[in-house]
């Protein structure tokens, strides 16, 4: 029985610090925005996306930086932006393994912002916030999507706040994780947090066991 306690409690141990940096981000859910103004982009795939946003007429600003606590989230991508479309891009690296891709990013003066990404992306649909991903589609095709829902925000909460510079675009990056950001970081570690606790719960009631059987 001593040693089935022990078992428990080193799986418990194990899941704790498997799930500790996720689990912060739900308590913490923080993230740090830095920049590189015109650094240029530091992977060929990730040069070949930007080519092709300046074909459809963005600006490249930099890289940007986003660092959580732990580094729990950590994001290094490609700043790019079209004052005329009202659109930020960023080329990032989306962690599934099948490269860079894109996000096309709208703010707006009243907080509201259009989110849309090359690739899938938990879907978000609130009255000041649309957010989602459309896998397997041309680049231009998830632009014009984009841009569809940049225009019926616009009749909402006027024109985007979009110029082209990094510093803007942190600007709106920042804002975006005191708002809707937040809160998909504590919804997307949630399940990470549960299994932390319950692990803590597991491992003291295992500790306890062990004490209680060598007495």
Known sequence: MRSFNL?????ALLQCFRYARRALLFVLPTVRVWGEPGV????????????????LGFTSLGIQHELSPLGARSVE???????QRGVFADVVEHGRGDGPGVVFFTPF????????ASFNRPAISTEHVQAGGIADAPLDAVLAAHQVAVGRFARRHGPPTVTVDLEARMTATRAWFRGEGRRELRRTNATAFAIVLFGLVLLASAVNSVIRSAI
Not at 7 to 11: D, K, R, S, T
Not at 77 to 83: F, N
Not at 109 to 116: E, K
């Open 77 to 83: 991508g490609d700043a790019y932006a079209s004052a």
């Open 7 to 11: 078992l428990v409690a080193a799986f």
């Open 109 to 116: 003066a009243s907080g509201a912002a259009v989110l849309t």
């Open 40 to 55: 240029a982009p530091r992977s060929a795939r990730r040069l070949r996306l930007g080519a092709s946003l300046e074909k």
